[in-house]
């Protein structure tokens, strides 16, 4: 229900809202794009202003809020990422240029061979490290996974693309031997 105050009435208020809809309702455009409206089970914009305001029942309100709030959602979260890349194309980085060849003769010497994921999470953060933008990233996996021979191997990248490196690991002495290969 509505929350009035002064001379206006619930009643009024309805009146009001219905005849904005019967003028100007065909007039609100859709905002989502009809695969999510599919994907998500979303009602239309239109309809779901319609029922926030005029519900057939309480099935049909939790939808148009559904709806609201997954767009609302969307929307800030759109707005996140579009400043994240504008944050990130303003810094400066250092693009690196890596040596490939030691590179890969490195990753040839360890005692096991990379996961795929482990691939893919490298190439990943090595396409990050040669462009000019300021990387970002928190590399997360369960105990194990691979996290250290990953960050390794960056490591090893950014010597062999003429920079220096700090570390300290509880592998230390596996580690420091990435500075002589």
């Given at each position: 229900?509505?929350?009035?105050?002064?001379?206006?009435t619930?009643k009024?208020?309805r009146?009001?809202?219905s005849?904005a809809f019967?003028?100007?309702?065909?007039?609100?455009?859709e905002?989502?794009p009809?695969?999510l409206?599919a994907?998500y089970?979303?009602?239309p914009?239109?309809d779901?202003f319609?029922?926030?305001?005029?519900?057939?029942s309480?099935?049909?309100?939790?939808?148009a809020?559904r709806?609201f709030?997954?767009e609302?959602?969307?929307?800030?979260?759109?707005?996140?990422?579009?400043?994240?890349?504008?944050?990130?194309?303003?810094?400066k980085?250092?693009?690196?240029?890596?040596?490939?060849?030691r590179?890969?003769a490195f990753?040839?010497?360890?005692p096991?061979?990379?996961t795929?994921?482990?691939?893919?999470?490298v190439e990943?953060?090595?396409?990050?490290?040669?462009?000019?933008?300021?990387?970002?990233?928190?590399?997360?996996?369960?105990?194990?996974?691979?996290?250290t021979?990953?960050a390794?191997?960056?490591?090893?990248a950014?010597i062999?693309?003429?920079?220096k490196?700090?570390l300290w690991?509880?592998?230390?002495?596996?580690l420091s031997?990435i500075?002589?290969?």
């Amino acid at each position: 229900m509505y929350t009035v105050k002064g001379s206006i009435t619930v009643k009024g208020l309805r009146r009001f809202i219905s005849n904005a809809f019967s003028e100007y309702g065909t007039m609100i455009e859709e905002n989502l794009p009809p695969q999510l409206l599919a994907s998500y089970k979303l009602m239309p914009r239109n309809d779901a202003f319609r029922n926030m305001h005029f519900p057939q029942s309480a099935n049909e309100v939790k939808k148009a809020r559904r709806r609201f709030v997954y767009e609302e959602f969307l929307l800030f979260q759109l707005k996140m990422q579009a400043l994240r890349k504008l944050q990130r194309e303003q810094s400066k980085g250092i693009g690196q240029e890596f040596d490939m060849e030691r590179l890969e003769a490195f990753v040839e010497t360890l005692p096991f061979p990379l996961t795929n994921a482990q691939n893919r999470v490298v190439e990943e953060i090595l396409n990050d490290m040669k462009s000019p933008y300021r990387m970002n990233r928190l590399l997360q996996g369960d105990v194990g996974s691979g996290k250290t021979v990953v960050a390794a191997i960056c490591l090893k990248a950014t010597i062999t693309a003429g920079f220096k490196v700090h570390l300290w690991s509880r592998r230390k002495s596996w580690l420091s031997s990435i500075h002589n290969r």
